[in-house]
Structure formats: C-alpha cells, structure tokens
C-alpha cells in the first residue's frame, strides 16, 4: 500500500518501477495485480493500459493466473477492450507456462458475450478449449451463456443452440429455466430454427424446469414468423 499510496488505475508500468525503486522494493506478481485491479475496478480503467502493464512488467515478474485474468477482465468490461484482445492475453498467459483456471475460462467467455467482435462461434471455443485444458468443467452459467449467443448473435443457429444443450446433458449440468429458454430463442429468432423442436422442449421441460410464460412466447413466435412465411408464399 505504501508503493502505490493514492494511485488511481492511471498508474502505468513505468510508474511502477520507478515506485518501487524509490520504494527500495523489487515488483512483485501482488503489486503488479494490485495495479491491474485498480484498471478492472474503477471507473478510469482501461483494457489497452492494463494490457500494457502486463506486457512491460513480464520480463521484470513471475506473474500468475491473477494477473492474466484480471487483464482479461478488463478486455471484456472495458469500451477500449475487445474479445480478440482478450484472446491475445489469454495466448501470452499459455505461451508462459501460466495454466489457465476456470475464471480465465469464465472471463473469456464474457469477453465474447459482451463486446462487439464477440461470436456464437468464439464462445463455443472457448467452451471447447476449457473442456480440454481445465480440470473444472464448463458450468451451467456457461453453457446457459452460449445458448444465449447462439440465440442473439449473427453467427448463432438454432442447431448450434441444441448441440450445445446436447453437451450440457452429457457433462451432467442439468439447463435451467434461462438455459431452455435461450434454446427456444434460438428456434424462435434463427432461420434454422424449428417450431417443432421449441414445442417439443416446452413438453420435455418438466424432467427439469416449470414452463413459464417466455417458454410459451418464444415458441408462439417461431409459429407466428412460420405461418406467415407459408402464407406469402401461397
């Protein structure tokens, strides 16, 4: 606390050398991650100089999977941070040795979820690469996450939003109400979605879930847009 006294988020890396020779004291991975939580947490933080922090403190730090994932952290929440930018810092953490944990995974994929360049396609990787390099497996929030993209992105599809509903039953997470609905969603909003299939989740729903009234609506307007996509065409 004594190094980085006032500081706001504005501190760069530069800042933090000089404070710490001043301070006699050598960087550590805590105070670079002090600096980083600064950038994720306050109001004046940004994604471009967190990253550069990180970038300029790895010759001096061993820095760890905090520090890596408060970075990423601040590529997905910022306006100056993109979800391509949250995967270079997710590359730089591999290509350290650094393993990544389930909040790195968590954190990428709000990177895709919330910002511009974020994909249907990006966040079924990133669910692909946590299955494969994590000892924790994708969650329910996860998988409810990426339905949802699949339902609101360009990139989505219904078959997509079912597959991923297909993995979420073979990994033993049982979908959730949001989950369900996001799958109709996806049938409801996507040319390849199925009036059949929403209608046959909404009887199946009751292994897990009470149907409600959004069930209901999302299948009304996939058979809403099919009926009047048939009389158009008559």
Known sequence: RDVIGDWSSDVCSSDLSLACTSATCS??????????????????GSAVRAVEVLREMEPQVRLD????????NCAAKFADGTAALAQEIFAEMLRKGVAPNSVTYHTLLDAEARQADGSAAGAVRVIDDMEQRCDSPPDVSMFTTAIN??????????????????????????PTAVTLNSVIDAQAKKPDGSAAIAAGIIAQMGRWVQPNQIHFNSADRKSTRLNSSHQLHL
């Not at 999977?65 to 990423?72: F, R």
């Not at 991923?164 to 073979?170: I, P, S, T």
């Open 27 to 44: 960087p550590s991975a805590a105070i670079v991650n002090a600096v980083l939580d600064a950038h994720a947490k306050c109001s004046d």
């Open 65 to 72: 999977s905090i520090s890596y994932n408060t970075a990423i």
């Open 149 to 174: 993209m699949q339902a609101r992105c360009r990139s989505g599809s219904g078959a997509g939003a079912l597959r991923l509903l297909a993995r979420m039953k073979a990994s033993g997470c049982a």
